[in-house]
């Protein structure tokens, strides 16, 4: 089948390591923040297979930073997520949904503390800056938003931490979960932080300054030879075993943070915008929510619009990320399914671009 291009303009914009990425042989990008994301290197089971036994490069710079600076910054940034920050401790990094009045999702980033004054919101794919800088406006709010020249270079696999350790030394090693540190790499202090978006472990490092994303990268892959060093990127397979959420395809404004399964991180601080909306949406009831599915039959396509879900002949659903688990034998899936239907165990039905398949619901994650 032929297949039109995507045409690339600046709106389509590069990253600082776009010119290595490219040299490494991307085969295939998509757009995320209106910037380059690549897809595969080699082909996704591949890249899985690698990235679950080395260590990996990944360019993530679409996770742009949302910087929030100023003598209102912790109140405003409170404003944006039901999830309790008053406890957030300089340099840690906490999973927050964030939701606009109604208590829809619009975003569903890793917010870092940097100073008593200082945030990075570190974004998914959608424009929250223009929804953050609309209610420092409209609330009068003494704070500075901007995207920074930052630019995260993920380490991610479980040669992570060696990899990583030489290019930052051993300091690496104690940065424990969803915290950070500042380490030098030739003079510049960067910051690290132990995140990613896979389970296989690993590093964030937070690249300040376009000018710094050649040397860091050749620094790792000078590195890490002996390590089988390659670069990937977010692996469809395994952050589908993993039930990693992307906005966007998985959840979108459409949904609560209750509904996409994370309301333990939503300990309904009531200076949230959508405080009160949530509370009432939940009191309604939970009508539906996000599980991980296991779909059987040959590889499924990727999903490029929702698929129905129907149980006992009823639509029940809807699947919005699959692929085929080599680990799992099994086609792993991530969906949205009503309460009726959501226990595990459930068998279901899925309408595939592949024809009808059977499916069950599962406890959690595969992985
Ligand atoms: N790293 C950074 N920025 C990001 C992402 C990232 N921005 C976009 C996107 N990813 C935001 N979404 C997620 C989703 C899941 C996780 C991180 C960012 C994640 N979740 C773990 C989980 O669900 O198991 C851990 C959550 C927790 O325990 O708090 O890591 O990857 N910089």
């Known amino acids: 089948m032929s297949f039109p291009v995507l045409s690339v303009s600046r709106r389509t914009r590069r990253t600082p390591f776009t010119n290595l990425v490219e040299a490494a042989g991307v085969k295939g990008y998509t757009v995320y923040n209106h910037m380059l994301l690549p897809t595969f290197f080699d082909s996704v089971e591949a890249d899985y297979r690698h990235l679950k036994s080395n260590v990996q490069v990944w360019d993530v710079a679409?996770?742009?930073?949302?910087?929030?600076?100023?003598?209102?910054?912790?109140?405003?940034?409170?404003?944006?997520?039901?999830?309790?920050?008053?406890?957030?401790?300089?340099?840690?990094?906490?999973?927050?949904?964030?939701?606009?009045e109604e208590g829809g999702m619009l975003n569903d980033p890793l917010t870092i503390k940097l100073a008593d004054d200082r945030y990075w919101v570190s974004i998914a794919d959608s424009d929250l800056l223009l929804w953050v800088k609309g209610l420092a406006l409209g609330f009068g709010l003494a704070v500075q938003i901007?995207?920074?020249?930052?630019?995260?270079?993920?380490?991610?696999?479980?040669?992570?931490?060696?990899?990583?350790?030489?290019?930052?030394?051993?300091?690496?090693?104690?940065?424990?979960?969803?915290?950070?540190?500042?380490?030098?790499?030739?003079?510049?202090?960067?910051?690290?932080?132990?995140?990613?978006?896979?389970?296989?472990?690993?590093?964030?490092?937070?690249?300040?300054?376009a000018e710094?994303?050649?040397?860091?990268?050749?620094?790792?892959?000078?590195?890490?030879?002996?390590?089988?060093?390659?670069?990937?990127?977010?692996?469809?397979?395994?952050?589908?075993?993993?039930?990693?959420?992307?906005?966007?395809?998985?959840?979108?404004?459409?949904h609560t943070p209750d509904e996409c399964g994370l309301e333990k991180f939503c300990d309904a601080a009531s200076a949230c915008v959508g405080h009160a909306a949530l509370q009432a949406r939940r009191a309604d009831g939970l009508g539906r929510q996000i599980r991980s599915l296991a779909i059987d039959g040959d590889p499924v396509p990727t999903?490029?619009?929702?698929?129905?879900?129907f149980g006992a002949g009823k639509p029940a659903g809807q699947v919005t990320s699959a692929a085929w688990s080599p680990?799992?034998?099994?086609?792993?899936?991530?969906?949205?399914?009503?309460?009726?239907?959501?226990?595990?165990?459930?068998?279901?039905e899925i309408e595939t671009p592949a024809g009808m398949r059977t499916a069950t619901i599962k406890a959690g994650p595969f992985i």
């Not at 002996?226 to 906005?247: H, K, M």
């Open 62 to 100: 679409c996770e742009r930073q949302v910087e929030i600076q100023g003598p209102d910054a912790a109140k405003l940034v409170q404003m944006l997520t039901p999830r309790a920050l008053s406890r957030i401790k300089i340099g840690q990094c906490l999973y927050t949904p964030m939701v606009d």
């Open 146 to 209: 901007t995207e920074p020249d930052v630019s995260p270079l993920a380490v991610q696999g479980p040669k992570a931490d060696d990899l990583a350790a030489r290019v930052f030394g051993d300091a690496v090693r104690n940065i424990r979960f969803f915290r950070s540190a500042w380490l030098p790499f030739q003079g510049q202090d960067f910051l690290v932080a132990r995140s990613g978006y896979s389970k296989q472990g690993g590093f964030e490092i937070y690249v300040e300054g």
């Open 212 to 254: 710094w994303g050649e040397p860091i990268w050749d620094a790792l892959f000078a590195a890490g030879g002996d390590l089988d060093v390659r670069a990937g990127c977010p692996n469809l397979i395994e952050r589908t075993e993993a039930a990693l959420l992307s906005y966007g395809n998985d959840m979108t404004r459409e």
């Open 303 to 309: 999903v490029t619009q929702p698929w129905p879900i």
């Open 327 to 348: 680990d799992f034998q099994t086609n792993v899936g991530i969906g949205m399914i009503d309460r009726a239907h959501w226990h595990a165990g459930a068998a279901v």
